[in-house]
């Protein structure tokens, strides 16, 4: 599958971003779909998850509360709704897709094989 991400950009902390994904050449309904990201000097971290089957989703503990992720199955996207953004939250934002059954329990991307470009949300304080 190909990914597009967009939807990043600069925002005062306590707004609100909603970043996107668009997919082609696959149906996101086959795959586990997460939103990684990484900040400067910092490993990528996963921060949210949701199963090819559309009901079960991950947060990490950091956006737990504060972000949601979403599919459209119509429009073959994926979405991560950001809210309460904190200076933390500032990073490049990247989707990616795993058809790998183990990618919606350990959470890695080590099992996610195809990934969209990234998106920087930077969050002022």
């Known amino acids: 599958v190909q990914l597009q991400a967009s939807g990043g950009g600069l925002v005062q902390a306590g707004g609100s971003l909603r970043l996107s994904c668009a997919a082609s050449?696959?149906?996101?309904?086959?795959?586990?779909m997460g939103w990684f990201r990484q900040a400067p000097g910092k490993e990528r971290e996963v921060v949210a998850t949701i199963y090819k089957n559309g009901r079960i989703t991950y947060y990490s503990d950091s956006v737990k509360g504060r972000f949601t992720i979403s599919r459209d199955d119509a429009k073959n996207i994926l979405y991560l709704q950001m809210n309460s953004l904190k200076p933390e939250d500032t990073a490049v934002y990247h989707c990616?897709?795993?058809?790998?059954?183990?990618?919606?329990?350990?959470?890695?991307?080590?099992?996610?094989?195809?990934w969209g470009q990234g998106t920087l949300v930077t969050v002022s304080s």
């Open positions: 990616a897709g795993s058809t790998n059954a183990a990618a919606h329990i350990v959470r890695s991307s080590f099992y996610y094989k195809d």
């Open positions: 050449g696959a149906t996101l309904r086959s795959y586990t």
